[in-house]
């Protein structure tokens, strides 16, 4: 057993804290619960007004000053440094010269090391881990099993969660909110109020933000940019906003696709001939077009028109045209007429589709059903 470097002095503050005294120079310095709370060993250390208790530990050469609170059962050691006006509670550990200061919190399960900080108004939480030169500030928040590392960033009221991964010199600010199991990394920036969530990725040099939705398993990569809360039109249900992996049809018909190709190759264009292509297009095909110019490479589950997806840039849009449809009405024959009004394609397309709906409505009528009288919508 070492040397005992420091004694308890007969100070004792109104919740039973011991001041402690530096027996080789006579220095005084913070407060602890008990020797069990402050090694003897190497150069760890408490000073200033900071208090150490109930079953945390500091050792190593870790240092807790300032009006820094550690206890619980955290530990901090290593060369990291707990100071001014933070808070380590719970079962976390704080190591390898981590820093947590300014009135920021780490609590529950949380992790800090490898020379990551955490401070201002900052919480870490939950299973949470920050590492790897990483920052965590402002009013920021990082909670669940998420994991911040890689020199990554995340601050202003941003909220990193769930399994969310945000490494390799990501920014994530403003009040974004990062969830599920998406990843941000590879220098991507995620701010204002977007959310990214599901399976979502934003990587490369990638930009989500304004009021922006990042969802199923979409990626924003490159340089592509998403911002301003995009509308995506109703063919595609089921999303939030800008991007969504629902298989859907997306209605283009072979005008609006040689107008949309157009634009595609003019996209980088201000002129006024890029301007006037957009009279020609209406509705689904308009937002189409919109969305060419606000992101430079188009997103691949943007556009899909099948469960596997439909994978193409923003030039391949005549691989994108579907016959222009029409309304039929398709009568039923089965114990007095059922009446549906359906689009479709072909007659045959609309006697299918029927059937589906039957069945799916009445399973045992299927069996039952004499005939699909299928006829044109006036």
């Given at each position: 057993?070492?040397?005992?470097?420091?004694?308890?002095?007969?100070?004792?503050d109104?919740t039973?804290?011991?001041q402690?005294q530096?027996?080789?120079?006579g220095v005084?310095?913070g407060?602890?619960?008990s020797?069990?709370?402050?090694?003897?060993?190497g150069?760890?250390?408490?000073?200033?007004n900071?208090?150490?208790?109930?079953?945390?530990?500091?050792?190593?050469?870790a240092?807790?000053s300032?009006?820094?609170l550690?206890?619980?059962d955290?530990?901090?050691?290593?060369?990291?440094?707990?100071?001014?006006a933070?808070s380590?509670?719970?079962e976390s550990?704080?190591y390898?010269?981590a820093?947590?200061f300014g009135?920021?919190?780490?609590?529950?399960?949380a992790?800090?090391?490898?020379n990551?900080?955490?401070?201002?108004?900052?919480?870490v939480?939950?299973n949470a881990?920050?590492?790897?030169s990483?920052?965590?500030?402002?009013?920021?928040?990082?909670a669940?099993?998420?994991?911040?590392?890689?020199h990554?960033n995340?601050?202003?009221?941003?909220?990193?969660?769930?399994?969310?991964?945000?490494?390799?010199n990501?920014?994530?600010?403003?009040?974004a909110d990062?969830?599920?199991?998406?990843?941000?990394?590879?220098?991507a920036?995620?701010?204002?109020?977007?959310?990214?969530?599901?399976k979502?990725?934003?990587?490369?040099?990638?930009?989500?933000s304004?009021?922006?939705?990042v969802?199923?398993r979409s990626?924003?990569?490159g340089?592509?940019?998403v911002?301003?809360?995009?509308?995506?039109?109703?063919?595609?249900?089921?999303?939030e906003?800008?991007?969504n992996?629902t298989?859907?049809?997306?209605?283009?018909t072979?005008a609006?696709?040689?107008?949309l190709?157009?634009?595609?190759?003019?996209?980088?264009?201000?002129?006024?001939a890029?301007?006037?292509?957009?009279?020609?297009?209406?509705g689904?095909?308009?937002?189409?077009?919109?969305?060419?110019?606000?992101?430079?490479?188009?997103?691949?589950s943007?556009?899909?028109?099948?469960?596997?997806g439909?994978?193409?840039?923003?030039?391949?849009?005549?691989?994108?045209?579907?016959p222009d449809?029409?309304?039929?009405?398709?009568?039923?024959?089965?114990h007095?007429?059922?009446?549906y009004?359906?689009?479709?394609?072909?007659v045959?397309?609309?006697?299918?589709?029927?059937e589906?709906l039957?069945r799916?409505?009445?399973?045992?009528?299927?069996?039952?059903?004499?005939?699909?009288d299928?006829?044109p919508?006036?």
């Amino acid at each position: 057993m070492s040397e005992p470097k420091y004694k308890l002095t007969g100070i004792v503050d109104e919740t039973g804290l011991y001041q402690i005294q530096r027996l080789s120079d006579g220095v005084i310095g913070g407060w602890i619960g008990s020797e069990a709370n402050l090694s003897h060993e190497g150069n760890c250390w408490v000073e200033g007004n900071a208090k150490v208790y109930g079953n945390a530990k500091v050792y190593g050469d870790a240092k807790v000053s300032g009006n820094a609170l550690v206890y619980g059962d955290a530990k901090v050691y290593g060369s990291a440094m707990v100071y001014q006006a933070a808070s380590v509670y719970g079962e976390s550990l704080i190591y390898r010269g981590a820093r947590i200061f300014g009135n920021s919190n780490v609590f529950g399960k949380a992790n800090v090391c490898d020379n990551a900080w955490v401070y201002d108004e900052a919480w870490v939480t939950d299973n949470a881990r920050v590492f790897d030169s990483s920052r965590v500030y402002g009013d920021s928040s990082v909670a669940g099993n998420a994991s911040i590392f890689h020199h990554a960033n995340v601050l202003g009221s941003a909220i990193v969660r769930g399994n969310a991964f945000v490494f390799g010199n990501a920014h994530v600010f403003g009040e974004a909110d990062v969830y599920g199991d998406a990843q941000v990394y590879e220098s991507a920036i995620v701010y204002d109020n977007a959310r990214v969530y599901d399976k979502a990725k934003v990587l490369g040099a990638g930009k989500v933000s304004g009021n922006s939705v990042v969802c199923g398993r979409s990626q924003v990569a490159g340089e592509s940019n998403v911002y301003n809360n995009i509308p995506v039109p109703s063919y595609a249900p089921g999303c939030e906003a800008n991007i969504n992996e629902t298989p859907t049809m997306i209605q283009v018909t072979q005008a609006d696709a040689a107008v949309l190709t157009e634009i595609s190759a003019r996209r980088l264009e201000r002129s006024e001939a890029l301007t006037s292509l957009f009279s020609k297009l209406s509705g689904n095909s308009y937002w189409i077009g919109r969305l060419i110019l606000d992101v430079d490479t188009i997103l691949p589950s943007v556009f899909r028109n099948d469960g596997a997806g439909l994978r193409h840039t923003a030039h391949s849009f005549k691989e994108l045209v579907i016959p222009d449809t029409r309304e039929f009405v398709v009568k039923v024959l089965y114990h007095g007429n059922i009446v549906y009004k359906i689009t479709a394609r072909t007659v045959e397309e609309a006697s299918a589709i029927a059937e589906d709906l039957l069945r799916k409505s009445n399973p045992e009528a299927t069996n039952q059903v004499d005939k699909f009288d299928v006829t044109p919508s006036n």
